[in-house]
């Protein structure tokens, strides 16, 4: 049985930054794209960034600059570092797999979902 677990939440004030890390079990880690997802309080999940198998990666534009995904396939982690935080950013974030070679960003793609961890951003 697959298995995301993320950590790394928690409440912060703006300008300040998280580094949220999602460890994977149960599947091949290195063979799955990965992906960071957010729901905002009130309002649909929405895309934050993706990694292939690769290290190649992609943004949504509001995070584009300031947030940063990377993986390690040795820790079977993916990671998202988010700098100069906004209290627009404070979500859910959850973290995604998908077993292809491309990176993604539609949820109605994913093939496992972690449990998401609460990201607060006081102003």
């Known amino acids: 049985q697959a298995q995301l677990v993320e950590s790394g939440g928690g409440l912060v004030q703006a300008g300040g930054s998280l580094r949220l890390s999602c460890v994977a079990s149960?599947?091949?880690?290195?063979?799955?794209?990965m992906a960071w997802f957010r729901q905002p309080p009130g309002k649909e999940r929405e895309f934050v960034a993706s990694i292939t198998r690769s290290d190649g990666t992609t943004y949504a534009d509001s995070v584009k600059g300031r947030f940063t995904i990377s993986r390690d396939n040795a820790k079977n982690t993916v990671y998202l570092q988010m700098n100069t935080l906004k209290p627009e950013d404070t979500a859910v974030y959850s973290c995604?797999?998908?077993?292809?070679?491309?990176?993604?960003?539609?949820?109605?793609?994913?093939?496992?979902w972690g449990q998401g961890t609460q990201v607060t951003v006081s102003s």
């Open positions: 149960g599947l091949t880690f290195s063979r799955y794209s």
């Open positions: 995604a797999g998908k077993s292809t070679s491309t990176w993604f960003s539609r949820s109605v793609e994913v093939d496992y």
